[in-house]
């Protein structure tokens, strides 16, 4: 049973999605539970092959039709890709929970709709993280773009053409990406991962390789909104609504990032990477200028969610840049903050769910007076802040903690100034906000004792959006608390043996 | 002088399959780029893909190669699902190229939907396809 | 020298009794209930630490570890000579304070109150947190977390210049962590491969002279509560806070934090030899020199009486730094008692201030013309105060002094004598006139105020009691004077 599991994860979400769509026209109401079911078999089964597969040491496989590899599509799950899948149903299922109100409210007659792409758009994403083909992935990835596309579009009014936008840049990152697979193709014969890996040592000093590394590396370049193709992400996702946004910016830019280690470590090797063509330094220099360009640019923002997504784009930045450093502690850190910050950005957008719920706005404005008429909804963004600040026990401060050692580790003291930089950075931009919700409006009440906890009007946000909220919040501590163990036991038999 | 220039005829003769998609990517990619009319841009995309679907198709084919069919006559065993191992692989195109390039026709052609679909979107919002008079009109409030 | 640990939940039960009663203090309905579970955890505090020290004067230290983060680091507690030093002080302090914020805010009918309790609650944690930490890691958790906890303290008001003060707090303080300790905290553990506090640090071996000062250098300004110039700028804005704030935080905790901070870094992590060796003591104690004597020429030119304290304090904090940087057994024992002396001399003095605006209204010294006829027990207090920081029996401050000066003459760096001289000379400077002002100048007698003749009552006891503890510190300074024998011994090895 748990050896179809791989196959189950994609199957169920992808079903459930085409019975919502024909669904939606019978009963609307059904739409919603079964949506939540499917993502809650999802996550249970990512669970369930993520405690085989640290128990076992071995990864898992499944051959789709029967076929083996390197003939037929296989589907490969070791820890880094189980790790990643938990992650993935957990987000989307929290968020489609909690989503549940404004899904109502907002899109009215198309909530079936909505969910039947919400659910495509996730097992996308687990068939990327799952697939051990270079073209199935190519596959999954246009179908989780195109399902992000009509996702983003039923957001605002603006939001069709941030959606356009974000398109036609994402079409030209997967195809490259195509033709990044087709070079391979025409070098090695081969499509299936482990396959390539076998074949490409042998072929270092071809110029159809480089070529091919190229196009896959620029494609998910552009995908992953790193500087200066990053263009499309801030329209995109600014103008989304709450609940897709809750589901596309958490994962996607992460998901990307998994696939670009991914390709590097299991496709193309480390020898390759770090060693033949030593792009390490640049790819660093590239985050560099990411993170620089990410923190400065969210300073400029007005607009609560436009701002989150720049501090998107500087976090991206984190984890290119501490994959390229490429070192034990670089690569650990990129990988934990792969979970870190897909967390963190599910806090901060729910936070941002809530706020547009309650106060029918998305600008900074709307947090005037917060500490006091939504506490415990400000205490988890509170929280979430100094994840993203890096402040102890939060887990933002461990991934930092390897990040700034691979830093040390490999001598790039810049990459170390960027990332110190970057989090004085996010502190400025959230305790202008904490300064918002605490101290304005400015009143005059500097005396009277106001009493117990209840008077003074604490309209919080509904149960159903606070719940999970307060969950994901606390779980950053506990994610921060284990996250020596999640390395040691999970991430570091994701690192190639040969990396110090 | 002429070897030099039977050299260059020869290079771009035996890669003329590449060439044609480099150039046809890049129209496509300066139409997706440069153009102004949204409509444009997405003709642009497509013949942006369309060139990796020629890339693709054009690797697999070979010089004598025929389509990758087997006629029942050619097996020789009484079993009729088996595949007879006279069955000479070099006389036949690569067939896995075309059934990848067809999934992506199908991913080219779902992009396009969407892509008009947000077009009339905007379209109907704006009541122009052309980005600069859109672009007015959103620092316009 | 290997010290005899024991097993046991104490340091985190400590940390942890503040935390677990903000619930409570939350939902309380009465405001004295509400007190009451303040002084609860203030008095469970207290006892849990005092509970400890019989082992740690003999030598024991009580360790504990409360999370394994990483296999070789962890949120961990280490209850030794020089952490209980510093838990007594801040902890026996919580309990004095919160008998003063009573009566504080309510006779200036203070709002928000439950808040500024819970938070009270949630920094003094830190503190002891900070106090018993066992590694560099949950030195820099509970540092901050302190720095978050004191922030809606410190903007109470919340109004205007609450909030630029709090700006300028927040600069300096997380700047000072994030941009610098942070960093200098990575290094450390990239070349060393551990950040426990130990004997003689963790550095030899592991880091040359100048990466050894560097990393020196970005502690000492990293860790900004300690008030180093020109980390301190801070402190003078973080006036705008309620006094017992004030009182508590800034001549107690918050600053001392940094004080400690630096110098368990100095001694745990850099060790005492390599200071010497690289000749980093100097130049830190030069650092702390200039801090001192610039600090209480600054003190002069205050005129309102927070401030003006404030910038004492700021001169008194570089005295703890220099003692331990002179590196003799003198010169360490004298700067960490200051710890405790300054503690209890500078409470008292932040009470009187804040007695008298409770009383009057009255924020500046020009303005206390007189004030000693109508408050003659807050002056007295003050007068006490004013003595042990200054350093004159008969006053727990003479004794931290008198170590320090002996510090100076052990090490034979003379230049350092002559800044202690010059500075307890301004330090009279600054604060007998205030005492002058108020005893020996005629009150004109349309200043005459008659809303209220002395304090609260509440404010009153508190300042009584602190002033009174200055005072028999001087006559029996235990258990201070043999915590910091015994961590100075621990730090030499």
């Not at chain 3, 994030?178 to 640090?201: R, V």
């Not at chain 3, 008692?337 to 010294?365: E, P, Y």
Request: with cysteine; aromatic share 12%; glycine share 8%.
């Amino acid at each position: 049973m748990l050896n179809t599991f791989p196959a189950i994860i994609i199957v169920v979400p992808l079903l459930a999605a085409l019975l919502i769509a024909g669904i939606s026209f019978i009963d609307r109401r059904a739409c919603f539970p079964i949506g939540v079911a499917a993502l809650l078999i999802s996550f249970a089964g990512a669970v369930a092959m993520l405690v085989n597969v640290v128990s076992t040491g071995v990864a898992m496989e499944y051959r789709f039709g029967g076929w083996a590899g390197p003939m037929g599509i296989v589907y490969v799950i070791d820890h880094l890709s189980a790790l990643v899948l938990v992650v993935i149903t957990g987000i989307a299922l929290v968020n489609l929970v909690s989503s549940r109100q404004t899904i109502i409210d907002e899109l009215k007659e198309k909530d079936g709709a909505f969910v039947a792409l919400y659910l495509l758009f996730t097992a996308g994403l687990v068939g990327m993280t799952a697939t051990g083909d270079a073209f199935n992935l190519y596959v999954l990835l246009e179908i989780t773009s195109l399902s992000g596309y009509a996702l983003i579009g039923l957001g605002s009014e603006r939001a069709p053409l941030a959606s356009l936008k974000y398109l036609f840049l994402g079409t030209i990152g997967a195809t490259f990406y195509l033709v990044g697979v087709g070079y391979l193709y025409i070098a090695t014969g081969s499509l299936n991962m482990v396959d390539l890996a076998t074949i490409i040592p042998g072929l270092m000093d071809s110029g159809v390789i480089l070529f091919a590394f190229i196009f896959c590396m620029t494609g998910l370049f552009v995908k992953m909104a790193m500087f200066p193709v990053h263009g499309w992400l801030p329209g995109a996702y600014s103008e989304a609504s709450s609940p897709a946004a809750g589901l596309i910016a958490p994962l996607t830019t992460k998901v990307m990032i998994y696939i670009l280690i991914r390709i590097c470590l299991s496709v193309f090797s480390v020898e390759y990477v770090f060693a033949n063509l030593d792009v390490g330094q640049i790819m660093v220099w590239l985050a560099i200028a990411t993170i620089v360009f990410g923190s400065v640019s969210a300073l400029a923002q007005t607009n609560y969610r436009r701002m989150l997504t720049y501090i998107i784009i500087a976090e991206v930045g984190y984890m290119v840049g501490g994959f390229f450093l490429g070192n034990k502690m670089g690569m650990s850190g990129a990988m934990l903050h792969i979970v870190n910050d897909a967390v963190m950005t599910l806090c901060l957008f729910m936070v941002a769910g809530i706020v547009v719920n309650r106060m029918k706005t998305d600008d900074r404005d709307g947090f005037k007076g917060l500490f006091r008429s939504m506490p415990f909804t400000m205490a988890g963004f509170v929280l979430a802040a100094l994840s993203i600040i890096g402040v102890p026990p939060t887990c933002g401060f461990f991934s930092k903690w390897y990040l700034i050692l691979g830093g040390v580790a490999a001598g790039n003291y810049w990459f170390v100034a960027a990332l110190i930089f970057s989090s004085l950075v996010n502190a400025v931009l959230f305790f202008r906000l904490f300064e918002i919700a605490y101290f304005e409006p400015f009143g005059d009440d500097h005396h009277g004792e106001s009493p117990g906890a209840g008077a003074v009007g604490i309209k919080e946000a509904p149960m159903i959006m606070l719940l999970p909220f307060l969950a994901v919040s606390f779980l950053l501590i506990v994610l921060g608390v284990y996250s020596g163990r999640i390395v040691t036991n999970i991430i570091y038999f994701a690192i190639p043996g040969g990396i110090i | 002088m002429r070897g030099y220039n039977m050299d260059l005829l020869n290079l771009i003769a035996a890669k003329a399959n590449y060439w044609t998609y480099i150039i046809l990517m890049m129209v496509g990619f300066y139409a997706l780029i440069a153009k102004n009319n949204l409509v444009k841009k997405i003709v642009g995309m497509t013949i942006f893909q369309t060139a990796v679907l020629l890339f693709y198709v054009s690797m697999s084919t070979k010089k004598g190669g025929t389509i990758p069919i087997l006629h029942h006559g050619e097996t020789t065993s009484l079993d009729p699902g088996h595949v007879s191992a006279l069955v000479n692989v070099a006389d036949y195109v690569n067939p896995l190229p075309h059934v990848l390039m067809l999934t992506a026709i199908v991913v080219g052609v779902a992009t396009l939907g969407v892509a008009l679909s947000l077009a009339i979107k905007v379209y109907k919002t704006y009541g122009t396809l052309e980005e600069d008079e859109i672009n007015l009109q959103l620092r316009n409030g | 020298m290997t010290m005899e640990t024991i097993l046991s939940v104490k340091p985190l039960l400590a940390v942890l009794v503040s935390l677990a009663v903000i619930p409570f203090i939350v939902l309380s309905k009465d405001r004295n209930v509400r007190e009451g579970w303040t002084f609860f955890a203030g008095a469970a505090k207290f006892l849990l630490i005092l509970s400890m020290l019989p082992a740690v004067l003999k030598g024991k230290d009580v360790v504990y570890t409360a999370v394994q983060i990483f296999p070789n680091l962890g949120i961990a507690f280490r209850v030794d000579a020089f952490g209980m030093l510093f838990a007594l002080v801040a902890s026996s302090l919580w309990i004095i304070t919160s008998i003063y914020s009573v009566g504080y805010m309510r006779s200036l009918d203070e709002h928000s109150q439950t808040r500024y309790f819970s938070f009270f609650a949630v920094a003094l944690s830190a503190t002891i947190g900070v106090a018993f930490s066992a590694n560099l890691l949950t030195l820099y958790l509970f540092y901050e977390m302190l720095s978050l906890a004191t922030y809606p303290l410190v903007t109470h008001h919340q109004d205007k210049e609450a909030r630029s003060s709090g700006r300028k707090y927040l600069l300096y303080i997380l700047g000072g962590s994030i941009g610098l300790a942070l960093p200098a905290m990575m290094i450390t553990y990239h070349f060393t491969g551990t950040l426990d506090f130990t004997t003689q640090g963790v550095m030899v071996g592991n880091i040359n002279s100048g990466l050894a000062l560097l990393l020196s250098l970005m502690f000492l300004f990293g860790f900004a509560k300690v008030g180093i110039m020109p980390m301190h700028s801070w402190l003078p804005a973080a006036m705008v806070a309620p006094t017992p704030v004030s009182a508590l935080l800034h001549a107690v905790a918050v600053v001392k934090v940094g004080a400690f901070s630096v110098v368990r870094v100095l001694t745990g992590i850099v060790g005492v030899d390599l200071l010497a060796q690289y000749h980093i003591s100097w130049i830190i104690a030069a650092i702390a020199s200039i801090t001192i004597v610039v600090a209480s020429l600054i003190a002069l030119s205050q005129d309102e009486l927070k401030r003006r304290l404030a910038f004492s304090t700021i001169g008194q904090l570089s005295y703890i730094v220099l003692g331990v940087t002179l590196l003799s057994t003198s010169g360490m024992t004298g700067g960490i008692l200051h710890i405790a002396m300054h503690a209890f001399g500078k409470i008292t003095l932040f009470f009187c201030a804040g007695a008298i605006f409770c009383a009057t209204g009255i924020k500046n010294i020009s303005e206390m013309k007189g004030l000693g006829r109508q408050m003659p027990i807050t002056m007295t207090a003050f007068l006490i105060g004013s003595l042990s920081v200054i350093g004159l029996p008969p006053c727990g401050g003479f004794i931290s002094k008198w170590y320090l000066v002996l510090g100076t003459v052990e090490s034979g760096q003379l230049i350092f004598l002559l800044v202690l001289l010059v500075s307890s000379l301004l330090n009279a400077a600054y604060f007998l006139p205030v005492f002058y002002n108020a005893f020996f100048v005629r009150r004109s007698e349309e200043l005459l105020d008659n809303r209220l003749n002395e304090a609260p009552r509440w404010c009153l006891v508190a300042l009584m009691i602190t002033s009174g503890i200055s005072i028999v510190l001087f006559f029996y300074p235990q258990p201070f004077l043999n915590l910091a024998k015994l961590a100075v011994a621990a730090a030499v090895g």
